[in-house]
């Protein structure tokens, strides 16, 4: 028996098997659905080494002899 919580809603589930719940850990398609606009929308972030912000690259512009 798999005693789970949504990290969604926080509803508590219960079930014999993982084939008995698709959207396993989300008690429904609907919380899984949630989680996963979460993620696309930038809100879930991943720690890790920052991002260099500095322009490196040169502008089109500044090449351009025309």
Not at 41 to 53: E, F, N
């Amino acid at each position: 028996m798999i005693q789970g919580r949504c990290p969604i809603c926080s509803k508590v589930y219960e079930i014999a098997a993982l084939d008995d719940l698709p959207s396993f850990p989300f008690c429904c398609k609907r919380c899984r659905l949630i989680d996963l606009g979460r993620w696309a929308d930038g809100k879930y972030l991943i720690p890790g080494s920052p991002v260099p912000t500095s322009s490196a690259a040169p502008d089109a512009d500044e090449d351009d002899p025309a």
